[in-house]
T-cell receptor, first 115, second 112 residues
Framework: EAGVVQSPRYKIIEKKQPVAFWCNPISGHNTLYWYRQNLGQGPELLIRYENEEAVDDSQLPKDRFSAERLKGVDSTLKIQPAELGDSAVYLC?????????????FGEGSRLTVL | GEDVEQSLFLSVREGDSSVINCTYTDSSSTYLYWYKQEPGAGLQLLTYIFSNMDMKQDQRLTVLLNKKDKHLSLRIADTQTGDSAIYFCAESMGSSASKIIFGSGTRLSIRP
């Protein structure tokens, strides 16, 4: 069974440019998460989806970040415009049933470098 | 507030036991987790413990939970070079497992 797939793996852009990340969760997983992981730190939740509904986006910087999961499967995370401080690894995770054990399955991440 | 604390580094000799410690804040956490992250990879669940348990053992891994002190530990017996990674402690916030907060991770290095 395929795991969580993310693309691109690496992205280098200049500040003020836009960038988008894509995530395909494990088939059948209804909950999808976007986390940001800064260097030397643990993942920080940006947004959580239950199917196509964003149920927790309290940590998403809404002035420049946006996310969507239109059909309740794939998701995209966009930053426009990017700032130097956005350099990080953006991790996507999915889970089957958050009401159970809460085990998250992570993708390999998209590493963003903003110059 | 929401906070999970871990020490940043641990170095052990190959074959010794490794003990990674963590403190958390939410006394109503239902589950506590240990995730492992190898270089260039995403996080992978190693083990978890339900909050009504004191201990869980899984092969070389032993998890100890002290709810009174909000302290969680992971013991890896007979540590091998393949155990080199960053280990993240995490807690589920509230009575459900819908929001999971991670610590900063402990980097485990193995010396010969």
């Amino acid at each position: 069974e395929a795991g969580v797939v993310q693309s691109p793996r690496y992205k280098i852009i200049e500040k003020k440019q836009p960038v988008a990340f894509w995530c395909n969760p494990i088939s059948g997983h209804n909950t999808l998460y976007w986390y940001r992981q800064n260097l030397g730190q643990g993942p920080e939740l940006l947004i959580r989806y239950e199917n196509e509904e964003a149920v927790d986006d309290s940590q998403l910087p809404k002035d420049r970040f946006s996310a969507e999961r239109l059909k309740g499967v794939d998701s995209t995370l966009k930053i426009q415009p990017a700032e130097l401080g956005d350099s990080a690894v953006y991790l996507c995770a999915s889970s089957l049933d958050w009401a159970n054990t809460g085990e998250l399955f992570f993708g390999e991440g998209s590493r963003l470098t903003v110059l | 507030g929401e906070d999970v604390e871990q020490s940043l580094f641990l170095s052990v000799r190959e074959g010794d036991s490794s003990v990674i410690n963590c403190t958390y804040t939410d006394s109503s956490s239902t589950y506590l987790y240990w995730y492992k992250q190898e270089p260039g990879a995403g996080l992978q669940l190693l083990t978890y413990i339900f909050s009504n348990m004191d201990m869980k053992q899984d092969q070389r891994l032993t998890v100890l939970l002290n709810k009174k002190d909000k302290h969680l530990s992971l013991r890896i017996a007979d540590t091998q070079t393949g155990d080199s990674a960053i280990y993240f402690c995490a807690e589920s916030m509230g009575s459900s497992a819908s929001k999971i907060i991670f610590g900063s991770g402990t980097r485990l290095s193995i010396r010969p």
